[in-house]
């Protein structure tokens, strides 16, 4: 079964202080992996998709990775508005290389951006 | 916004009943998927449906139904209700010849409130 681990849960930064957000995956074969950011009571918004170890892809403040095991969602000199959940999620190959859309999503870290 | 929309936005209704949520994709799209997001379960894959039919099925439970009108739009009933039917329902949609290295664009989301 797919399965996808965050963390920390939760992260605490300084307005400027740079960190970085973890995704942990098992999946049978990996399609996709997507990171989505998610304000409160809101649908969570794209961010990117990464297909291969190796890749990475950068948005403003953001650039995430990917290995064959994890990825990672870099954030450089955070602002508050960067105050979100951020979520990781994988698309895996179904059986007989059948690929499905179906999305496993972790739970989830929230961050907070302190001015 | 991501052009994919629900409605209704919210839902309060009592247990043993049922409920439809509504959902359009963005124009174009020929995917829609389903999601249930509570606070202990975080963001579950209920069910996919391409161009009117169902493609792929998550832990759905036999209470809960879909379907993919031939205008693309899908509508999620769910019956007999129970306080753990709780939560954030979620409509996602993508170009979709597969689901497979699509982007999900999700909508705003129903809160549903079983009392």
């Known amino acids: 079964e797919d399965q996808v681990t965050q963390s920390p849960e939760a992260l605490r930064l300084q307005e400027g202080e740079s960190s970085s957000l973890n995704c942990s995956y098992t999946?049978?074969?990996?399609?996709?992996l997507f990171w989505y950011r998610q304000d409160p009571g809101k649908g969570p918004e794209f961010l990117f998709t990464?297909?291969?170890a190796g890749e990475e892809k950068e948005k403003e403040r953001l650039k995430a990775t990917l290995t064959k095991k994890e990825s990672f969602l870099h954030i450089t000199a955070p602002k508050p508005e960067d105050s979100a959940t951020y979520l990781c999620?994988?698309?895996?190959?179904?059986?007989?290389?059948?690929?499905?859309?179906?999305?496993?999503f972790g739970q989830g870290t929230i961050l907070t951006v302190h001015p | 916004d991501s052009g994919v929309t629900q409605t209704p936005k919210h839902l309060i209704t009592a247990t043993g009943q049922r409920v439809t949520l509504r959902c359009s994709p963005r124009?174009?799209?020929?995917?829609v998927y389903w999601y249930q997001q509570s606070l202990d379960q975080g963001l579950q894959f209920l069910i996919q449906y391409y161009n009117g039919e169902e493609r792929a099925k998550g832990n759905i439970l036999e209470r809960f139904s879909a379907q993919q009108f031939p205008d693309l739009h899908s509508e999620l009933n769910l019956s007999s209700l129970e306080l753990g039917d709780s939560a954030l329902y979620f409509c996602?949609?993508?170009?979709?010849?597969?689901?497979?290295?699509?982007?999900?664009?999700f909508g705003p989301g129903t809160r549903l409130l079983v009392l």
């Open positions: 996602a949609s993508s170009v979709g010849t597969s689901g497979s290295w699509e982007t999900q664009y």
């Open positions: 124009s174009g799209d020929l995917s």
């Open positions: 999620a994988v698309q895996a190959l179904g059986a007989g290389g059948t690929s499905y859309g179906k999305l496993t």
């Open positions: 999946v049978s074969g990996l399609r996709g």
């Open positions: 990464l297909y291969s």
